[in-house]
């Protein structure tokens, strides 16, 4: 048999001996003509039939071991090829690559040739043999980050139009040097690699030195800590200042060392601490229990227990340009380079007074579902953030042919002048028909009314549309000004034509810099005395007006502020921020009453913000959402949020990452914000990288994200290879989860366990080799050594993750072990486990430590992610079940006697339960956690309780033959009271308990600001139970956010008593769910 194949324009037979369908290549690309759509199953032996075409156009069919390694798999190939003409055409089999056709329709290259079949997730059973390019170190480079972005995010960066091109190229050009030079070029001046090694290894710390008062009552003044000398393997137990700093500890450590061994003293600065069992290092000048570290022990009453090692065994030098933690100077001093900026060619938009109108011209590609009318109509808007600036146009119906065109031939005018379009403004289109009388939303459009080059946009422009999405509310109907700026890459999407006249005739129409613009505030300044001015004095009643305003609203900062007041605000605008301390929260105000459709008062407000005090984190996150998209009052926050330490942004990186699909461009301060502190820190670089990288099939953001993740990459090659190796592991799982779920289905086992497929596949030498001598996906402080098999198992649950078991690197540290999901949507786990951090440090910081353990959670991509498993815990539903009669309420409390014996553990076992069962039963609460079942409770042996899996959450509970199943707003059973009265011993510690979750319920409440933003920035994230406004409505509701505190804390009470009245319903639930499981 014959194959005719055309690959980019050239024609070759290749001769085939064995075959059973027809290809042709086209362009490079892949089509089957006939009907091999999937990849045929694998038969009894776990072999597949593939052909290989050879470059001498020989194909060659081979039945393969679906997990056998490819380079294994090619050497075979060429032994059966030598039996075929024309053999001597070819090289060694070394010389040579694979390329396939994956299951997405793209071309791809065999990037690793350790990995199997299965792994590669063919279109159709056919590879083709290609000679490997010359060892380009740059070309390596690429194919490796191309590989960590995904074929399919590199394919559709290049597949953008000829604009965004240009804006392609501009971007990787300046951030490369944004990058080179800002940052990298400082790393070359550290030769001892000591900031190198701060950059890989960051300190881990608390935001005080300031300890809980039950935590103090555990250290009083010493801290007992173990420290083992690498050097002999010594170890020597300490007791130190709890205000020691580890400098201080080291030295004690070789003074004990030196008078043990009657050796000469060793010099101190040639030493370092690093915790047993991970790659967490203390070094500096802060106290030790500002350390996480130490505070977690201290917390677990467990002694700290430390390696000395030398410097030179841990600190390397880098072999390519790494930043540093520098000062701010370098930082600073791109910011005024910003402000500089050269003569601009071309009109100031400010010139410009006519009305800005555009010209529709066609559709098409218009696709019209069959119970509506075959008649749309377009609706345009100017948008300045989530706010028209004017009307909304609309053009008058037209019908749409058979092959989906139809012409508008429409100029719309806007009542807006040309002079007045703010630099972010954008215009938004809507396709409409009509379903009986209601009008419905087929597909929308958005695009910034200035380019990336602040030129306005001109000429005829073809505009893709998306198809309307469930994140579409009602009131959005006419447009979705929310959406993205991103093209719709999907070639058969609806598309628009139309103009944008040049309003001059003569050349670019550009919007000011910053310096024409702080000149136009200062040349329309107020009258000194007169409203608005900053020294005019407003009467007492007019102050007491604006007080009520900012005091009434200071918890719902995203209610909408009337024409009057807004008028008002504006006015004492420079009053506002001269009470900044009082009203921390005002500028946010001023914003909102900001006319955004005058260029004279938007001006105005560029000059307040220049002296604006330095606002908190809670505020500086609400300016990056999408109701404030000005270029600076982003700069701003971005600016105001490099005042966090690194450890509290790495608390806000989940929603950081949304608010870059909110940017117009690519190239913004906050994606500048975001390199930085990557590239200074591997920590939130790596967080980066998998926050980005697990968003990738969002084909809204693919491009963004995708240059962002290659910026990076190039800029830090030695975390690339890290994270290579990580996705080679993920690949891996997902083909063996694939694997795992087709035998499963063609066996029909049912119910039936069966772990020896997973177990079988880890000790094969390509996977097993794989997964040894890498890094967590999870944190990099965890280095995995070897994979234990026999450790490992297809776990119960609906999704029947894997449960991974690896020995320590370190041979002092514990065991870890990880889950693995595929088929589930982390990323609403992430959230709620963020929140609880976020919760966590907000009652640290009012003296409270609820104990609560957001474990370790990170999405890989879409629907899959890894899980940290909890040592030394079991699930409620575990122990009822060792307990035999587990519905008995001391079933928890015995089992923490059989775990803690003597009496002063189990006290503090008892005390561990009662603070986080309040932590808990509080966060739970205002987070509206359901399915609370006793398998997605546990608790570990020291009596910490805490919950997994938050698949339902913002008071989205389970229902069954829609009968809402859960009936309390809290889990609060009698097992739970049991273990805090101490078996009945003590019911004073109900009292103390009941205190703790009202005094918690009323701190975070006082911090509802910062909650409710947090939620509201993932609006757009595309979570299920988080697409809409109304669904935050829920924190608002049970935070009583329109009572006073009083009233809202009766509210608690009641829900809390309702809790406790109703805990039989509970019990009668996890009843049920241990007889079905």
Known sequence: MRYIITIEGFQLTAIC?????????????????????????????????????????????????????????????????????????????????????SSEGLKEDVMDESVGIAELRLAASFLKVVEKPADDKRKTIDRQINSLIGMKGSNYIQAQHSVSKAEISEFRQKMTTYCNNDILKQANQDPTGLVYFEYKHPCRLRSTRDLPPDVENFVINHIVLTVIVEEIGASYKLKVNKMSTPDELVKMTVDKWSSKSGLKTKDCNDYILQVLGMKDFLYGDNPLVMFKYVYSCIVKNTAPEFWLKTKSSVVEKQEVSQPHKSSRSSFQEERRNTVRSEKRSGHCVWDIHNNFYITLHTACNVQVPENCRSLVRLCVGVFHGPDPLCSIQETKEVSVSQDGLCSFNDCINFDIKVQDLPQMSRLCFGLHSKKGKEPLLLAWANIPIFDYKSNLQKGKLKLPLWPRSELIQQEESYCFPVGTVATNPQGDCSMIEFSVPDFTKKGSIYYPPIEKVLQCASDHMEEPGKCGSPTWRPNKNIVQQLDSILKANQYTVIQMLDEQQKQLIWWMRYDIRDKFHEFPHALLYV??????????????????????????????????????????????????????????????????????????????????????????????????????????????????????????????????????????????????????????????????????????????????????????????????????????????SKKKPFWLEWTNADEKGQNIQLIYKCGDDLRQDMLTLQILEVMDTIWQSEGYDLRLNPYGCVATGNEEGMIEVVQKSLTLAGIQKWRKQGLDKNSLYDWLKHKNPSEHSLQRAVEEFKLSCAGYAVATYILGVGDRHNDNIMMKETGQLFHIDFGHFLGNKKTKFNIRRERVPFILTSHFEYVIKDGEKKPQNFHDFKDICERAYLIIRSRAPLLIQLFMMMLSSGIPQLNNVSDIDYIKEVLALNSTQDEALEKFRKKFKEAQDNSWSTTVNWWFHMRAH
Request: charged share 25%; aromatic share 10%.
């Open 591 to 796: 914003l909102y009453s900001v006319s955004w459709d005058n260029h004279i008062e938007v001006s105005k407000m560029q000059a307040l913000l220049q002296t604006w005090p330095t606002l908190e984190a809670d505020q500086a996150l609400t300016l990056l959402d999408f109701t404030f998209p000005d270029k600076y009052v982003r700069k701003k926050a971005t600016e105001w949020l490099d005042e966090l330490t690194d450890e509290e942004l790495a608390q806000y990186l989940l929603q950081l990452v949304q608010a870059l699909k909110y940017e117009n461009y690519l190239n913004c301060d906050l994606v500048k914000f975001l390199l930085r502190k990557a590239l200074q820190n591997r920590n939130i670089g790596h967080k980066l990288f998998w926050l980005l990288k697990s968003d990738m099939h969002d084909p809204s953001v693919t491009v963004q994200y995708g240059l962002i993740i290659e910026i990076y990459l190039k800029a830090n090659p030695s975390h690339m290879s890290i994270l290579d190796r990580q996705q080679i592991i993920l690949q891996k799982l997902k083909s063996i989860t694939e694997i795992h779920t087709k035998a499963t289905n063609l066996k029909k086992k049912g119910k039936e366990k069966d772990d020896s497929p997973l177990q079988k596949v880890m000790q094969m030498g390509a996977y097993k080799e794989a997964f040894c001598n890498i890094y967590s996906p999870i944190t990099l402080m965890y280095k995995l050594d070897k994979i234990v098999e026999k450790s490992c198992k297809v776990m119960d």
């Open 17 to 101: 001996y064995h075959s059973t369908y027809r290809l042709n290549v086209l362009s490079g690309w892949l089509n089957v003509d006939d009907s091999l759509h999937e990849l045929q199953t694998a038969n009894d032996l776990g072999q597949l039939d593939i052909d290989f075409l050879l470059p001498n156009g020989i194909c060659v069919p081979l039945q393969v071991d679906i997990d056998r390694p490819l380079d294994q798999i090619k050497q075979e190939l060429w032994k059966q090829a030598a039996n075929y003409p024309l053999f001597q055409q070819l090289a060694t089999f070394d010389k040579y690559g694979f390329l396939y056709i």
